[in-house]
Every structure is written in structure tokens, then in C-alpha cells.
């Protein structure tokens, strides 16, 4: 039988392993395949926060600071256009900054370093807000000067970034390859013998969301380079399958990166390429893959998801357990797919998901199996949105049958939840809703058309807090012709109701390519130019009808922070840093802990309201 070598690389949270990674191993190996993985992202941070490392940036910095003036400057006096060389010069500057606003904490880096982590995992530490919030301060120094020296790359504890890179597959492929800028080469080729050495027939990295790109491509590049003859290297994940028309036109996507790429849902059809490799066969039989076939890029018929009860229980074996910043793990779970409502103009995270619904039966096992095998106590549901009547049911099953278990999921605001669901799912472990609360504009939020009345909102959020319920508003700034004034309706319906929404996270809104409103543009009217100019790229570029500039955007984003910092009196949450942070913190002290926990004496600390 064939073998399967599973990766995940980064970035993703340092704190918990991804739902992909162990929702595949768990599938294929309860069909008998024998599959080994790698989590390379918390291996990555690992890696990057341990003392060696930082003594290596320090000196490299310090060289860099040394020689790359001179290096450029003879460069430019041989080519005055030298776009490397003004490229170093930026770096330069980069570099300079940093050392002279951290020049003497760069030498106690690697002292401070095993102690910050060892705070994110003892519980007795973690749960001591100031410890916590100190050791994060230590990590976000650290993961700033891993950083500097690959600028503009900017790697930190929630998120990856390479600014200024565009999403077409040459930029991708000069990007994965150029390591003045690419943080992750040097990584890769120490880990890289280790993966050969498994053996692996067929070797998947999992991308699942944008930060996953640059770190995702680069290693599918060098595995490619370097796979011995046999070795399949497949992509799978679900950033690619917004975008398969785009790559269908690209063999040299494939001639880069990969020998094949699933879209869509994944367990069953990585399982199909797997067998259909080890038997030799053509892959045209397996569904929803791309894949090069003498030089063309062939596309198999999508086929429907596997019913949900199908799929073997997510699977924790080989995953570093002791190497997750956290005290607790929180696992995330799935009982539902898809979006009962699916009418918000501007969201497509139904996209390519067929609707289902996992058993209670089936729901109640896999927990189960993962609280009694690996101790797991925290989990967080990432459906889309649970309907009101099957959360019910679920929260009554949990309850009887004392799974003693927290939990934190999304929701859609609406009338179905009552008070008394409240309690029962309360009683059931429920401790935080990710709520898609939106906009404070009553105009906006008809134009979302989110279904639900601008002021019966808040009487639902009433009921979820009054049962001890965090309430966690999703809200974003800049929907098409959104003003200046509609922002700051935003701003103050949050400061004005901080005894319902008790924390908040922002983002800016994009127009998502298989969102309604940029499928039916015409009927929604509001966009005037959209442009498709990063064919690699899930949003699109846009102009509006009217509303905000860039500067008034800004501006919004700005006052939202300080004003919300002012209206929350420096709240606890601002300076968790996730969700999954404010979770154990609401499991410990209870809701009612967490809102009046003030942090007037880290007023200097960093403030995360987009977490
Ligand atoms: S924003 Fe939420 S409620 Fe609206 S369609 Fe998307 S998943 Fe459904």
C-alpha cells in the first residue's frame, strides 16, 4: 500500500494544530493507508524562538548593518539601475530601524526567549495576565527580529505577510526562490532530507488560507525540485479552489509547484489519488484535482463531498503535542457545512462547501475519542453557522451525556436564539459566539443584507450575555460606499454597548471573487471599476460608486482602536491575542472575569483588536 507524507506548513497559529492536517490523516489512515505527518509550522516557530536562532539574527543583523551599505553602493556605482541593490538599501534601512529602537533587548533575546514560551504552556503562568502578556511582548520582539533581516517579510504570532507581492504564478515563482526575502528557505533545506527520508509515494502540503501561501509554495517548489523519480507532490487545502479556472491555465503552476492539486473538499479525493498512485493508475478517475498531463493542465469533474458521517475522526497521532504554545489545546470541530441563510452580499465561505450535517450520534464519538485519547476539553466549532434548532439539540445531547466539555462557535444573529437556548447551551460548555454583527450602520447592513432587524440585534446579545456568554462581533470598515460618518455609526454603537459586545474583532472589507456582490454586480450597483489583476488572488480590486478614501479608511481604522481601548477602560481581551486566548480565559475565570479584568498598568503594550 502506498505511503502518505502530510504537511502543513506555515503560518498558522503557534498555539494549536490546523483542523486539515488532522481531519485527512484521520480519514486515510481509518481506510488503511499509512500516513505520516508534519506540522512544519509549529516546527517553524520552534525553530525561530529558541536561542540559537536569535543569537544567529543578532549577528546576522549586525553584519548586515556592517557590510550591506558598502555592498549596495558599489552595486549602484556598477549599475546605477541595480534594482537589487536599491532593494538592499531599503533593507538597510530596515535593519537600522530596528537596531536602534531594539538594539539592547536584541542581546537579551535569546536569554528571554525559552522562558516566554514555557509561560504560553504552564498554566500556572499562562492564566496570570501580566506573565502573559509580557512573554507575548517577548515573542512578538523575537518573531519582529527573525523578520527584519528578510524585509519586507513580516512574520509574527498571528499572522504572515509579504508586502507588496502580487498573486500571479511568475511573482509567486520568483518569490518561493529568492532568499534575500524568503525567510523560509533556509528551513526547508535542513528539514528537507528528513522528509525525503520517509519514503513517502505521495507527499500533500496543505494550504488553507493566504498566510499559507509564500511559506505553502516555497516548500511544494523545493520538494518538487528535489522528489526522486516516483514521488508525487501534491497541493490541497481550500485557498487554490477559488481560483482553479485561473490555474488551469497555468502549467508552469504545476511545473513549479506540484504535481497535482485537489480543490474542494478533501478527504475522500486525496484517499482516490492515493490508491488510484498506488495502483498505478491514470488520475483522470479522481475527482476535483488538477493535475499536468503532458504539458496541459487537466481538470476532473468536482464531485459531492462525502457525507460528513463518512469521514474518519480527526487524528492528533504524530503531531508535537508538547510543542503548542498553550496550556490547553483547543481543538476545532465541525458538526455542520454550510450556511443555512448564504444571502451576505460580501461572503463566500459557503463557496464549494456542500451543505451537511454530521450526526449527533457521530459528533458525540469523535469528541468523545478526542477528550478521552489526547485530553482535549476545549473545542471550537468552525461551521459556518449552526442553525438555532440543531444547536439545540446538540447542546442538550453534550449536557446528557456529561461530555464536560467547553466550547465556542459562530453565529448569525437572529431571533431563533431565546433565552432559554441560551441557558441550555451555557449548560452545555458554550462559552464564547463569534457573532457576524457587521456594521452599525442601519443602511449598510441592509445593503449586506444580513436579514436580521438593525435593533432586534442587540436584544439577542442581551440574552446570550445575560446566560454568561461572551460575545465576540465580527465588524468590518469600508463596505462599497460606506462614509466617513456611517464608520463612526460603527465606532459608536460598539463603545456605546461594551455591556453587550464585549469584544470585538475588525477587519477592512474585500470583494471576495464568489461573492454575491461581485456576481451580481449590476443588481447590487454600487462598484464601478473591478479589475481582476492577481489571477492567484481570492479578492478582486475594485472602485466604489462613492464612500470612503484610502485616508478616511485609515482614519476610521485608527479612531476604532482608540476609541474602543478608551470605551473597554484597557479590557483584559484587547490583549489576549486570539479568540482561542479569550476561550481558556472565559473556561477559567467565567465571562464576567474576563470584562472586568483592566490593564491600566500595560497601557504601553501592544493592543490586538483584529485578532
Ligand atoms: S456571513 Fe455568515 S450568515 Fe452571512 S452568508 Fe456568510 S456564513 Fe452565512
Known amino acids: 500500500m502506498a505511503k ?25 489512515r481509518h481506510h488503511g493507508i499509512d500516513v505520516d505527518i508534519r506540522d512544519l509550522n509549529i516546527e517553524y516557530y520552534d525553530h525561530v524562538l529558541s536561542p540559537v536562532y536569535l543569537q544567529r539574527v543578532r549577528d546576522r543583523l549586525h553584519l548586515d548593518l556592517e557590510y550591506l551599505g558598502t555592498q549596495s553602493s558599489f552595486r549602484l556605482m556598477l549599475d546605477p539601475h541595480s ?34 514560551k514555557e509561560t504560553l504552556k504552564d498554566p500556572r503562568r499562562f492564566y496570570n495576565p501580566d506573565m502573559l502578556i509580557e512573554a507575548l511582548q517577548v515573542i512578538d520582539l523575537a518573531l519582529k527580529a527573525a523578520s527584519t533581516p528578510y524585509f519586507p517579510a513580516q512574520l509574527n504570532f498571528n499572522y504572515f505577510e509579504q508586502p507588496g507581492l502580487m498573486m500571479n504564478t511568475n511573482n509567486l515563482i520568483a518569490q518561493v526562490q529568492d532568499r534575500r526575502t524568503n525567510m523560509f528557505i533556509p528551513f526547508y533545506e535542513e528539514v528537507l532530507p528528513d522528509l525525503l527520508a520517509t519514503k513517502a509515494d505521495y507527499v500533500g502540503i496543505s494550504i488553507n488560507c493566504f498566510s499559507q501561501l509564500v511559506p505553502g509554495l516555497t516548500l511544494a517548489h523545493m520538494l518538487r525540485k528535489a522528489a526522486p523519480e516516483g514521488l508525487h507532490v501534491g497541493i490541497g487545502g481550500n485557498f487554490f479552489t477559488r481560483v482553479t479556472d485561473a490555474l488551469s491555465q497555468r502549467p508552469e503552476f504545476f511545473e513549479a509547484f506540484a504535481h497535482s492539486l485537489c480543490f474542494g473538499e478533501g478527504e475522500d479525493q486525496l484517499l482516490e489519488l492515493v490508491q488510484a498512485l498506488d495502483r498505478g493508475e491514470s ?4 475527482p476535483s484535482l488538477l493535475y499536468l498531463d503532458g504539458g496541459e493542465v487537466r481538470k476532473t469533474r468536482p464531485r459531492k463531498a462525502l457525507p460528513m458521517d463518512q469521514i474518519g475522526f480527526q487524528d492528533l497521532k504524530g503531531f508535537p503535542l508538547d510543542k503548542y504554545l498553550t496550556p490547553e489545546l483547543i481543538l476545532t470541530i ?4 454550510g450556511c443555512y441563510w448564504g444571502k451576505c452580499s460580501f461572503c463566500d465561505s459557503f463557496y464549494g462547501v456542500d451543505d451537511d450535517v454530521k450526526s449527533l450520534d457521530r459528533l458525540v464519538e469523535e469528541i468523545r475519542f478526542l477528550r478521552d485519547t489526547y485530553g482535549v476539553r476545549h473545542f471550537q466549532f468552525i461551521d459556518e453557522a449552526m442553525r438555532p434548532a440543531y444547536m439545540r439539540k446538540l447542546a442538550q445531547r453534550f449536557i446528557d451525556e456529561e461530555l464536560n466539555i467547553t466550547w465556542f462557535c459562530n453565529g448569525r444573529i437572529e431571533k431563533a436564539f431565546t433565552p432559554d437556548l441560551f441557558e441550555v447551551l451555557y449548560a452545555a460548555g458554550l462559552r464564547m459566539v463569534l457573532w457576524g454583527y457587521e456594521t452599525g450602520s442601519p ?10 432587524g438593525y435593533q432586534q440585534r442587540f436584544d439577542i446579545l442581551r440574552y446570550a450575555s445575560d446566560a454568561g456568554i461572551f ?3 465580527y465588524l468590518f470598515f469600508g463596505y462599497p460606499t460606506e462614509t466617513r460618518e456611517e464608520a463612526q455609526m460603527t465606532i459608536d454603537s460598539i463603545c ?17 471573487k464568489q461573492s454575491p456582490l461581485y456576481l451580481e454586480a449590476e443588481k447590487h450597483g454600487i462598484l464601478e471599476v473591478i479589475e481582476d489583476v492577481e489571477e492567484l488572488s481570492t479578492t478582486l480590486t475594485y472602485k466604489a460608486t462613492s464612500g470612503m478614501d484610502d485616508t478616511e479608511l485609515r482614519d476610521a481604522l485608527k479612531s476604532c482602536t482608540r476609541q474602543c481601548l478608551e470605551a473597554y477602560e484597557y479590557g483584559l481581551w484587547m490583549y489576549l491575542r486570539n479568540r482561542e486566548n479569550i476561550h481558556l480565559y472565559l473556561s477559567r475565570f467565567g465571562s464576567e472575569g474576563v470584562k472586568n479584568y483592566r490593564m491600566e498598568r500595560l497601557a504601553g503594550a501592544t493592543v490586538v483588536d483584529n485578532p
Not at 506548513?9 to 490546523?18: A, F, G, K, L, R
Not at 532593494?87 to 530596515?94: E, N, S, T, Y
Not at 456605546?496 to 471576495?512: C, E, K, M, P
Open 83 to 116: 534594482v537589487d541593490a536599491h532593494l538592499d538599501r531599503v533593507r538597510l534601512q530596515a535593519i537600522k530601524r530596528f537596531v536602534d529602537e531594539h538594539g539592547e533587548m536584541l542581546n537579551h533575546l535569546p536569554h528571554l526567549i525559552m522562558d516566554a
Open 283 to 286: 488520475l483522470e478517475s479522481v
Open 496 to 512: 456605546q454597548n461594551t455591556d453587550l459586545i464585549h469584544a470585538y474583532g475588525r477587519s477592512v472589507f474585500t470583494l471576495n
Open 443 to 452: 443602511r449598510i447592513l441592509e445593503l449586506i443584507n444580513k436579514g436580521v
Open 4 to 28: 502518505a507524507l502530510l504537511l502543513f506548513p506555515p503560518q498558522w497559529s503557534p498555539q494549536h494544530p490546523h483542523f486539515a492536517l488532522r481531519a485527512l490523516a484521520g480519514h486515510l
Open 334 to 337: 465541525r458538526a455542520s457545512k
Open 471 to 473: 460575545n465576540f462581533n
